[in-house]
């Protein structure tokens, strides 16, 4: 489990990046707290200095985007989907699992 900030310190539409075994981005979107991989699955671009719609993500360099919900990409051109990681907030902390990896398809 990984720290990731204060509660007060992500509001809502905002996003951190923090470092675990890869760079991970973590979301408040609409009030919930997600966490997936920050790298885009089309190439070299952070999630986290993307722009936030309700849970979907858009990718800053070519505009793919991401469901946090599911980490599946919903449009081109990114195919293959971003890893997730369950969130967990408690008193007053945002932390993140990153050791129980969500499988994807
Ligand atoms: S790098 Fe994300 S869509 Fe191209």
Request: with cysteine; charged share 25%; hydrophobic share 40%.
């Given at each position: 489990?990984?720290?990731?900030?204060d509660?007060?310190?992500?509001?809502?539409?905002?996003?951190v990046?923090?470092?675990?075994?890869?760079?991970?981005?973590?979301?408040?979107?609409?009030?919930?707290?997600?966490?997936?991989?920050?790298?885009?699955?089309?190439?070299?671009?952070?999630?986290?200095?993307?722009?936030?719609?309700?849970?979907?993500?858009?990718?800053?360099?070519?505009?793919?985007?991401?469901?946090?919900?599911?980490?599946?990409?919903?449009?081109?051109p990114?195919?293959?989907?971003?890893?997730?990681?369950?969130?967990?907030?408690?008193?007053?902390?945002?932390?993140?699992?990153?050791?129980?990896?969500?499988?994807?398809?």
């Open positions: 489990m990984i720290r990731a900030c509660v007060a310190d992500l509001p809502e539409g905002e996003a990046r923090i470092l675990a075994h890869v760079p991970i981005a973590v979301f408040n979107a609409e009030g919930a707290y997600y966490a997936v991989d920050d790298t885009c699955t089309h190439q070299d671009a952070s999630l986290a200095d993307g722009w936030l719609e309700g849970c979907l993500v858009e990718c800053p360099l070519h505009a793919a985007s991401f469901d946090l919900r599911t980490g599946e990409p919903t449009c081109l990114a195919k293959r989907p971003v890893r997730t990681y369950p969130v967990l907030v408690t008193d007053g902390v945002i932390y993140v699992d990153t050791n129980v990896r969500e499988e994807v398809a």
